[in-house]
């Protein structure tokens, strides 16, 4: 789980709204998770995604249930447990204030949900045992598989649709499927994710059935059944896959937000889209053309096609001293070129983004300074 760290699964502290591990190593990292329950989820990924890049968090996973309990586990690590309470805090304040539908667990109900999976609670299973390429798990009293499944989402075209079609699909075959979706920060600070599903067979269940289904229904193999270790089970209970395959959430930005996709090919249809938010938000603008925008009256905000230094030089003079300056760079290679500008990166009041981390935002990045 934590190549800087050793825990013992079930040794942690409940402290109110956080489960906190000690490493029992040299290193002594603690480890912090939180949950809370959740409505709308794209709106909750932005604030998030915000939040990974700068680096208060360690990761995130979305784990979706068939019962329509759905919930996000928040994962903090540092060597310092302060440093996670702070951080900690840090987000429930911002995200309360977000969005107050939010549900953030505490003390048992915490600690019940953090050993749930797929409708079976880890925490009161004693025996662990490898059998085939599942996992049986087992009691006095009762006994079951887990199946893990990598998801090839490359593999689907119609990205769009991919979360409300699979576990529509999936309940007509098990009502204990959960699908995971683990988001990060990869090294060069871009959000990355992966996706998969966790499976509780029960007796008298097809072992086969699921992934065939779901295979045949897509008429692609976008479920890969894994085999799960013993050792697995603390990545399970971490929300953390098995498997290192992870996509770039930009390029599928849709499968989060399908009714909110930008055009990025068509810079004006590209613009008309961020009214569209800056609206929906509830966010003052100006439109000076149809390339410019003026935010709250004190944010400058430039989509640029092509990156030229006098223009720069004219907007800094010209605006520099009045607004913040959000530079939007179109073309990747355009965007390439302006961060070899070094007289830019002194000045404190200029923003400079890529189309694709705009992809990653939408119009948080505008506003959350």
């Not at 097809?206 to 065939?212: M, R, S, V, W």
């Not at 929300?239 to 290192?244: F, G, V």
């Not at 990166?345 to 990045?365: C, D």
């Amino acid at each position: 789980m934590n190549k800087k760290g050793k825990y013992k699964l079930l040794s942690y502290l409940v402290e109110d709204k956080l489960i906190i591990y000690n490493s029992f190593n040299k290193n002594k990292k603690f480890i912090g998770f939180s949950i809370f329950y959740f409505e709308t989820l794209y709106s909750i990924l932005t604030k998030l995604n915000f939040f990974l890049k700068k680096r208060y968090l360690n990761y995130y996973s979305i784990q979706l249930n068939l019962n329509n309990e759905n919930f996000i586990v928040l994962c903090f690590e540092d060597y310092n447990v302060n440093k996670i309470l702070s951080n900690y805090n840090l987000l429930y304040e911002s995200l309360s204030n977000y969005d107050n539908s939010l549900v953030f667990l505490k003390e048992e109900n915490l600690e019940k949900v953090f050993f749930k999976l797929a409708d079976e609670s880890l925490k009161y299973y004693i025996k662990f045992r490898e059998s085939n390429d599942s996992l049986s798990i087992s009691n006095e009293e009762n006994s079951s598989y887990l199946n893990y499944f990598k998801i090839k989402l490359n593999s689907q075209s119609k990205k769009e649709f991919f979360i409300n079609t699979f576990l529509n699909l999936v309940k007509n075959f098990n009502q204990y499927v959960s699908l995971i979706i683990n988001f990060k920060v990869d090294r060069d600070n871009k959000i990355i994710f992966n996706p998969f599903s966790i499976e509780l067979q029960k007796h008298g269940n097809n072992p086969q059935i699921l992934y065939k289904e779901v295979n045949g229904f897509f008429n692609i193999s976008i479920l890969e059944k894994m085999f799960l270790k013993v050792k697995d089970i603390g990545f399970l209970l971490w929300r953390l896959p098995i498997e290192n395959e992870f996509f770039y959430l930009f390029e599928y930005i849709e499968t989060f937000n399908p009714d909110k996709r930008y055009i990025s090919y068509d810079p004006i249809e590209f613009i008309i889209q961020i009214e569209d938010d800056l609206n929906k938000n509830e966010i003052n603008y100006t439109k000076i053309n149809n390339k410019i925008l003026v935010l709250n009256q004190k944010i400058l905000f430039i989509l640029i096609l092509k990156v030229e230094f006098k223009t720069i030089k004219n907007i800094i003079e010209k605006f520099y001293n009045k607004y913040t300056i959000i530079l939007l760079i179109f073309n990747n290679i355009e965007y390439q070129k302006i961060l070899k500008i070094k007289e830019l990166n002194s000045l404190n009041k200029i923003k400079i983004i890529s189309k694709e981390q705009f992809l990653q935002f939408n119009i948080n990045i505008l506003i959350d300074k």
